[in-house]
């Protein structure tokens, strides 16, 4: 991974790029030009090592410490970190053990240069909100406005060097910034950016800290705003978080000044390119075959089915691919707080919230809750909610219990006797003054079956359980465990938490096989583990 990028944390609210002038756009590269372009220094000029006897330096965020340094402490006023030692590489072994990779920073001549001309390429601040990076005439464009500015500030980079701001004003203006190259690498799942000196990515489930960084706060908030101008929102004081869907249906979440203390976040849940199927699911030994046939069996058998799991566990990637053995001759309605399911039958009808009007408080505003009661007067034979998180809980309950049946939805939690818990909490959230009974009952005659999805140590995410929901003992549900993850060298209860292991049945059949032979799956005992040891 490459960028090329620098880092001021210094500013505490962010400020709007400021208009360069000519005669600050020539000073920058004044002295290059005299000397006939000389290829300006690659990184910051960097202080001695201090000796031996020198006290404990003390750097700001965003330079690179000189190799050798021990004991640096490096901050900017919020946070700061203990650097017990700087590798030949430009790395740093922090007083925790941890090891930061070296960061690729523009020279600072070049990250003016970009900061002042970002602004100066466009002819109004939202121009090019809806360009794409990958647009070669629109890239052009840009280019030749470029070289325009250049000539006439007299400025002469070596080729090197414009290259390096060509490409760069093309991500900071057409795409995502320094995190571009994150953005369009298939293998990456998800990018992290907390502030402008730290930046994560998950690659094959590994969070990994990258080599990229922004130039400066500034430099992050100005991505952020080209992010969510084409989406209608607003990031700035007076709405500092947004969530929202990208054009390629990539979720993205945004916090800005004064919450997030080290530099406005950007998390950005990247879209698949192609829907999941089974079969790569099943490829990725994610469950078995005869799971997946069950589970057809659930689906098409209309059971309501609950799937669990932490967040980035997979919930969404399961849904979409319990969803797609919904027969072709249903309606669905899919409720989403920002749309990311993927259904492949025709007959979808596909909603997702409203946020206010900028500038009022509740006008135009839609939630999942108003969204859910709003699907029971659209006659629909299948709902899938992406997720439940507040007080539509209670209305997705009650359309399970009034002839909704085979609904769909996810829920966090790290069991299924969590999300037991965390239903009824969600259910009291509705401001309905329900006795906890009275929810209990409804959980219990709507839910048929939890599936709990769950990211395991080695980064796979996999089903660790399917379990069902048998009814009402007292004033407890009963659940039965139909398949459990194991590892061979698994103790104790529940599922295994390492990788290596496989979704193995518990040796009981489930109570409504009479409602699946209905339907005209007649499942054999053995994929229950009939004749196996129970456990």
Excluded at 245 to 263: E, I, N, Q
Excluded at 392 to 408: I, K, P, R, V, Y
Excluded at 439 to 454: C, D, E, G, K, Y
């Amino acid at each position: 991974m490459s960028s090329f990028l620098s880092r001021k944390l210094n500013a505490q609210q962010p400020q709007p790029p400021r208009e360069a002038k000519d005669d600050d756009l020539h000073e920058i590269f004044a002295e290059d030009s005299a000397e006939g372009a000389k290829p300006s220094a690659a990184a910051p000029a960097k202080p001695e090592a201090p000796a031996a006897a020198t006290p404990v330096q003390r750097y700001p965020r965003g330079i690179n410490l000189p190799p050798g340094t021990r004991d640096a402490i490096v901050g900017d006023g919020v946070t700061k970190v203990v650097v017990r030692e700087v590798r030949p590489d430009g790395g740093w072994i922090l007083d925790t053990g941890y090891a930061v990779p070296p960061k690729r920073r523009l020279p600072p001549k070049l990250a003016q240069l970009r900061k002042q001309l970002r602004a100066k390429l466009l002819a109004f601040p939202d121009e090019a909100d809806l360009w794409k990076r990958d647009d070669p005439e629109k890239c052009q464009l840009i280019e030749d406005r470029l070289k325009q500015i250049l000539q006439k500030m007299q400025i002469n980079l070596p080729p090197q060097h414009y290259e390096t701001l060509r490409d760069g004003l093309l991500d900071d203006l057409l795409g995502f910034g320094a995190i571009q190259p994150l953005v369009g690498d298939k293998g990456i799942s998800e990018v992290m950016v907390n502030g402008p000196e730290i930046i994560f990515a998950e690659i094959k489930g590994k969070l990994r800290e990258t080599e990229i960084v922004f130039d400066d706060e500034e430099h992050v908030y100005w991505t952020a705003q080209r992010i969510v101008r084409p989406l209608m929102r607003t990031l700035d004081r007076s709405n500092p978080m947004v969530d929202a869907r990208l054009p390629d249906g990539s979720r993205v979440h945004l916090v800005t000044l004064p919450s997030a203390l080290l530099g406005t976040t950007i998390t950005i849940r990247k879209f698949p390119e192609k829907r999941l199927t089974v079969d790569q699911l099943i490829e990725w030994k994610s469950f078995t075959r005869d799971v997946a046939t069950f589970f057809e069996a659930c689906v098409v058998s209309r059971l309501n089915i609950v799937v669990a799991g932490g967040t980035g566990s997979g919930k969404t990637t399961l849904l979409n691919v319990l969803s797609a053995y919904i027969p072709e001759d249903e309606r669905i309605i899919t409720v989403e707080d920002a749309a990311e399911l993927q259904l492949a039958q025709r007959h979808v009808v596909r909603l997702e919230t409203c946020p206010p009007i900028p500038g009022t408080e509740d006008e135009g505003k839609l939630t999942i809750r108003d969204l859910v009661k709003g699907t029971l007067r659209m006659r629909p034979d299948r709902l899938v909610v992406g997720e439940v998180r507040g007080g539509e809980a209670l209305d997705m309950l009650q359309a399970m219990n009034t002839g909704h049946d085979g609904s769909l939805t996810t829920v966090h939690a790290n069991s299924p006797r969590d999300a037991i818990a965390r239903l009824e909490t969600l259910c009291l959230m509705a401001g309905m003054d329900l006795p906890v009974e009275v929810i209990r009952a409804q959980i219990a005659s709507a839910i048929h079956l939890f599936v709990q999805q769950s990211r395991l140590k080695d980064g796979s995410r996999k089903v660790v359980q399917i379990t069902e929901t048998q009814g009402m003992e007292g004033d407890r549900i009963t659940l039965l465990d139909l398949f459990v993850y194991k590892t061979p060298n698994h103790q104790g209860q529940g599922y295994s938490h390492e990788g290596g292991g496989s979704l193995e049945p518990s040796g009981f059949p489930p109570k409504f096989m009479h409602q699946l032979k209905q339907y005209g799956f007649n499942l054999p005992a053995t994929i229950f583990g009939a004749g196996r040891n129970k456990f």
